[in-house]
């Protein structure tokens, strides 16, 4: 619609820069500006849709005085901070639905996300749309693989990638126990704890991270995490909740196998193209069986066409100036 405008308000100040909501909306803000007049965090209020990412004290400021159409989408729910960030379910439930109700309308990243929009009694009308990726950057590279493989001592290595947060949430312990249970495969686990103190067991993350087994590293903040996916050979996340899991799709682009938790959102997403587990038992078959078989291996490590038919940033672009043009005209009949 000519003369929209969009302002992508989100939090990501300091270590918030590298949370997954602020790298999705920072994908879909970058190929929108190409396309529309879009601001990140734009300090006025001439706008016509405010389009938020994030829900802090920031976000709750600008919302308040915002006179165009509010939009948040839903990267986080309740049922996600269980083992990631400390309090319960139920006090997380009370904050989102007061906060979500507050918008003029929700985007779910999920169906999965959706329907816990509509239990946790959030009444504000919902559209699903899925996160993208930009396609010509998450892509395989020979290089990248060398020079990563080579910081880190993995020449010869077969190597099982996790990338997030280091929370119970995400995996951290079952992604250890599997570490444990095949020495001959090196486990590296790229992320940060961005709510420091705040996260969800922290003091014991702390203290595993002085006892790792010898075949775990933990290199910490990545500039180009293309690096990483290009240097593993597994990508295995064996996270126990997601609204939607970016960096799978990210995996999946660089031709890694994924290996995860066996959810329904995953099912939902992905059909078959990713091999699901349900214990360490389950992930550590599956790994032993991607090291030893690699027709296996190749199978799913061919996943690509599914992303860029699903996840293509331009497509999900496409779809969330569908989803503005027709909150616009809304307003206008």
């Not at 602020?22 to 190929?31: F, M, P």
Request: proline residues 3%; hydrophobic residues 40%.
């Amino acid at each position: 619609m000519e003369g929209m405008r969009v302002n992508f308000i989100v939090e990501d100040m300091g270590r918030f820069k590298y949370l997954g909501c602020a790298t999705v909306a920072r994908e879909i803000y970058l190929a929108l500006s190409k396309k529309i007049d879009a601001d990140w965090n734009g300090k006025g209020y001439d706008y016509e849709i405010f389009h938020f990412h994030t829900f802090g004290p920031y976000a709750l400021y600008r919302l308040k005085r915002s006179k165009g159409i509010n939009i948040l989408t839903a990267h986080s729910m309740p049922s996600v901070n269980v083992g990631n960030i400390i309090g319960s379910r139920d006090l997380w439930e009370k904050i989102y639905r007061w906060i979500y109700n507050k918008f003029d309308h929700i985007v779910a990243v999920s169906n999965v996300c959706r329907e816990e929009l509509i239990q946790m009694d959030v009444k504000k009308d919902s559209s699903v749309i899925y996160n993208g990726i930009d396609l010509c950057r998450f892509v395989f590279s020979e290089e990248k693989r060398e020079s990563f493989r080579r910081r880190y001592g993995l020449k010869d290595k077969f190597v099982v990638l996790n990338v997030g947060q280091k929370t119970p949430r995400k995996g951290i312990y079952d992604f250890i126990e599997v570490a444990r249970m095949l020495e001959d495969v090196t486990f590296v686990w790229v992320g940060g704890t961005p709510y420091s103190i705040l996260s969800k067991d922290w003091k014991r993350v702390k203290m595993i991270e002085r006892d790792l087994p010898k075949n775990v590293i933990f290199p910490g903040f990545i500039p180009d995490i293309t690096e990483a996916y290009s240097g593993a050979d597994v990508f295995f996340a064996p996270t126990h909740g997601e609204t939607f899991g970016l960096t799978h799709i990210e995996a999946m682009a660089c031709n890694l196998p994924v290996v995860t938790r066996d959810l329904e959102v995953f099912r939902e997403i992905h059909g078959d193209k990713i091999l699901l587990g349900k214990n360490v038992e389950d992930f550590a078959r599956i790994i032993k069986r991607l090291k030893e078989d690699e027709d296996f291996r190749k199978r799913y490590s061919n996943c690509r066409k599914h992303v860029e038919e699903r996840f293509n940033i331009e497509k999900i672009c496409r779809e969330h100036i569908d989803l503005y043009n027709r909150l616009l005209d809304g307003c206008r009949s």
